[in-house]
């Protein structure tokens, strides 16, 4: 994959090794170069091809499965699972708040990766609405001009609508 060893790793950026291991590999998941369901070379041919330790390499492929881009299964390797998952936009009307948290068990149907957490969208009465943060943009919706908040002066509509309101 790589034309020269450690070819793609530059170890006087600054930026841990692993993260620029995750990164080449990220990119080629995105680009189509790792197809979905194609294996990944294994933490030690990564560490020899990318001169870097196997704990390195090892890292890196962990990164990408909390990302969701992988998924490491023992005794077969690491799978490509997909490209970058698409992002729906879910429009948050005015009265609603956002918060976010750790998904719960009541999650688990959402097949949410490790270490991603949930938005709540709350109505005001009380109904709730659950969507895993890495496959949402949440968009205000507007109705007339924002309201100034907290002890701020109100010289004007805010440039920067809140997510939420309260």
């Given at each position: 994959?790589?034309?020269?060893p450690?070819?793609?790793?530059?170890?006087?950026?600054?930026?841990?090794?692993?993260?620029?291991?995750?990164?080449?590999?990220?990119?080629?998941?995105?680009?189509?170069?790792?197809?979905?369901?194609?294996?990944t070379?294994?933490?030690?041919?990564?560490?020899?091809?990318y001169?870097?330790?196997?704990?390195?390499?090892?890292?890196?492929?962990?990164?990408?499965?909390?990302?969701?881009?992988?998924r490491?299964?023992?005794?077969?390797?690491?799978?490509?699972?997909?490209?970058?998952?698409?992002?729906e936009?879910?429009?948050?009307?005015?009265?609603?708040?956002?918060?976010?948290?750790?998904?719960?068990?009541?999650?688990?149907?959402?097949?949410?990766?490790?270490?991603?957490?949930v938005?709540?969208?709350?109505?005001?009465?009380?109904?709730?609405?659950?969507?895993?943060?890495?496959r949402?943009?949440?968009?205000?919706?507007?109705?007339?001009?924002?309201?100034?908040?907290?002890?701020?002066?109100?010289?004007?509509?805010?440039?920067?609508?809140?997510?939420?309101?309260?």
């Amino acid at each position: 994959m790589a034309d020269t060893p450690g070819s793609g790793i530059d170890r006087r950026s600054g930026v841990p090794l692993r993260l620029q291991l995750a990164s080449i590999f990220r990119e080629r998941i995105r680009s189509g170069q790792l197809p979905p369901g194609a294996q990944t070379p294994s933490g030690p041919a990564l560490a020899d091809e990318y001169v870097v330790s196997r704990y390195t390499a090892d890292r890196a492929l962990d990164l990408l499965a909390s990302e969701g881009l992988v998924r490491r299964v023992a005794g077969q390797g690491t799978i490509v699972v997909g490209g970058v998952p698409a992002r729906e936009v879910v429009e948050v009307p005015p009265g609603c708040k956002v918060t976010a948290r750790l998904p719960g068990a009541e999650e688990h149907e959402l097949l949410i990766p490790p270490g991603v957490p949930v938005l709540v969208i709350s109505y005001p009465g009380g109904a709730e609405q659950v969507y895993p943060a890495d496959r949402v943009i949440m968009v205000a919706v507007e109705t007339g001009a924002p309201r100034p908040r907290g002890k701020r002066k109100a010289s004007g509509p805010s440039k920067r609508p809140a997510l939420a309101t309260t």
